[in-house]
């Protein structure tokens, strides 16, 4: 069983739709990153948590530590938030390197 | 301030060689970690250097090396190439520090290897 667990593994949306992207893990963590990437393999952080929700723009993301679950939220999509969309957990204890999901390929229609 | 820059973009190596990557953090990070990304397995830890020392590696053999010099620049090699090795290899930079997981990272644009 992976680590780091994420659903969907595709999603497809059509503009203005609300999404949602899970992301369950089995490790305790010091942090959890949601990551965009986009073809051509560019790699953005979105955000970084360690616990409660944090907002940039359009973008929410959510952490409850003790059920070892966060959401990635896009609120008013549009087809520029096509990408992947990746969770990554940082071990906590003497490891402390990033483990990441398999990610979510989201493709959002005008 | 510049981004993190990774030479060259582009590699297409043959079975048995050897080759180095090189990484360019932003001005003021310490921290630089490696990443392999393939479309079976997914992105992956190399390894992570801070003030030169590698501090944590990943499950990769030996063939895979890397280095960080006094100015926080880091390169990675691999020898002896095998097909298995073509992938994006994705470095990335931090403040680093001691509570590394403060510590937002910073992906560079990649190196696309292919190996024939």
Known sequence: KNEVEQSPQNLTAQEGEFITINCSYSVGISALHWLQQHPGGGIVSLFMLSSGKKK?????????????HSSLHITASHPRDSAVYICAVRLSGSARQLTFGSGTQLTVLP | KAGVTQTPR?????????????????????????????????????FEYFSETQRNKGNFPGRFSGRQFSNSRSEMNVSTLELGDSALYLCA????GVIVSVYEQFFGPGTRLTVL
């Not at chain 2, 297409?12 to 393939?38: A, D, F, M």
């Not at chain 2, 930079?93 to 680093?96: T, V």
């Open chain 1, 56 to 68: 940039h723009g359009r973008l929410i993301a959510t952490i409850n530590i003790q059920e070892k």
């Open chain 2, 10 to 46: 582009y590699l297409i190596k043959t079975r048995g060689q050897q080759v180095t990557l090189s990484c360019s953090p932003i001005s003021g990070h310490r921290s630089v970690s490696w990443y392999q990304q393939t479309p079976g397995q997914g992105l992956q830890f190399l």
């Open chain 2, 93 to 96: 930079s931090s403040l680093g």
